[in-house]
């Protein structure tokens, strides 16, 4: 590692070879069937071959890496630019900021996403900050950091993690995380070459069991670009990972209950597609998030949160979250744990059957009374006059939010007291 350390010093040769440009998914027909690990190692192999700028490192990623992503990749690049670290999260990090603020693409390795809090202070305060800081004299923005995530079956507490939301808090990151081998191999491409710091979050539920046609050329995926993988009219689903294939399977048993599901893939979590996932639920009326993670503090109550903020009028009933429990992650009792399925096949249902004349009626009572106990307050009091439904749906939805002057007061039909 002395010498790898040595030699980065040294490289002043520029690949003369042009990036590919971003693609969409159509044009990524084709190619080998791969399963996701492969994928990922043919981006690492395209990275490392077109810009001799660029090196890889983390714990065993010169044996191969635990789930064999770098296989083959020190003997065809050498240990110069492929190369093992100590078993040190905020070392590996921290030479990667600083092998990319040198304008090397500096691509880590953390071993499992469990393992990734060591270096929490390196990425949150150095790797985020570094081109704000500096006036965008320096950046790192070389630094691209791959960790797998999520459950595999039988990880437990320090092997199954889901901790993407912990780095959706803080600007200065992008967050990405492929649902399947095509879309891994392009985004992390995109990631490595893209100008700003990212973590590339790898669901090892799909290292083995994702399975797909690959193109072998060089290719990248948009980042912060959503994806609608599945068109329906009476809810839209979200989510990102593999937790996309469980989503897939819900939406296909509520198609047999008659319910047409628009499913979503985020892809990106950090900057997040908003525009998608707002046209999608101004259609339909209804949104579920899901994800592995906890659901308090999960991204999806930020997507709750931003969704309910621009298309409150349009929502037909309350926003529905399936996700990981407020836990520990547990190894024996995972199956309970785990956003399932049946668990979001039973939200699905219960958010379609929510009548959304009932929704309104309620939303209605309950501003009504809100207008109600701020006359009241003021020194108001009822006329006789008894509003009709067309006179009191506009004035709600138009003045709930709006300070209420006379006029409003006088066509609610509230008169002022003088004593």
């Not at 039988?154 to 995380?177: D, R």
């Not at 689903?237 to 209950?257: F, I, Y």
């Not at 037909?316 to 199956?335: K, N, Q, S, Y």
Request: glycine share 8%; aromatic share 10%.
């Amino acid at each position: 590692m002395a010498n790898s350390l040595k030699r980065l010093g040294n490289l002043v040769s520029i690949s003369k070879r042009g990036y590919s440009t971003s693609i969409s998914p159509e044009q990524c027909s084709g190619g080998k069937t791969v399963n996701l690990f492969t994928a990922i190692n043919q981006a690492l192999h395209i990275a490392l071959e077109s810009d001799p700028r660029a090196y890889l490192f983390g714990e065993d990623v010169g044996f191969g890496g635990v789930f064999r992503c770098t296989t083959g990749l020190t003997d065809r690049f050498g240990k110069d630019r492929v190369f093992n670290t100590p078993l040190c999260e905020q070392g590996i990090v921290g030479f990667g900021i600083g092998l990319a603020a040198m304008g090397n693409r500096a691509i880590a390795e953390i071993q499992f996403a469990d393992y990734i809090f060591p270096a929490f202070d390196q990425i949150i305060n150095e790797a985020a900050k570094f081109r704000y800081r500096s006036g965008n004299q320096f950046n790192c923005g070389g630094l691209t950091i791959r960790t797998p995530y999520g459950a595999v079956g039988h990880g437990g507490h320090y092997h199954s993690q889901s901790p993407e939301a912990f780095f959706c808090h803080v600007p200065g990151l992008k967050v990405v995380i492929p649902r399947s081998p095509q879309q891994a191999k392009g985004l992390l491409l995109a990631c490595i070459r893209d100008p700003n710091p990212t973590i590339f979050f790898e669901p090892k539920w799909l290292y083995r069991l994702a399975v797909e046609e690959v193109p072998e050329h060089d290719y990248m995926l948009p980042l912060s670009t959503a994806e609608v993988i599945r068109q329906g009219n009476d809810i839209t689903l979200v989510a990102w990972g593999a937790q996309l294939a469980v989503m897939e399977q819900a939406c296909a048993d509520a198609e047999k209950d008659g319910i047409s599901c628009e499913l979503i893939d985020l892809k990106t979590l950090i900057p997040w597609d908003k525009e998608t996932v707002e046209a999608s639920v101004r259609k339909t009326g209804k949104l579920l998030v899901s994800h592995e993670a906890p659901v308090t503090g999960g991204f999806g109550a930020e997507i709750a949160a931003s969704i309910t903020e621009s298309c409150f009028l349009r929502l037909e009933a309350p926003i529905a979250r399936v996700c990981g429990l407020d836990t520990p992650f547990p190894l024996v009792f995972e199956p309970f744990y785990m956003p399932t399925k049946n668990k979001i096949l039973d939200a699905i249902k219960a958010t379609s059957n929510i009548d959304k004349d009932q929704v309104k009626d309620a939303i209605r009572a309950q501003q009504g009374q809100q207008i109600d106990n701020a006359l009241l307050a003021e020194g108001y009091f009822y006329s006789d006059h008894e509003l009709t439904e067309k006179e009191i749906e506009p004035m709600v939805m138009e003045h709930s939010r709006a300070e209420y002057d006379e006029n409003f007061k006088q066509q609610l039909g509230f008169r002022k007291f003088h004593f």
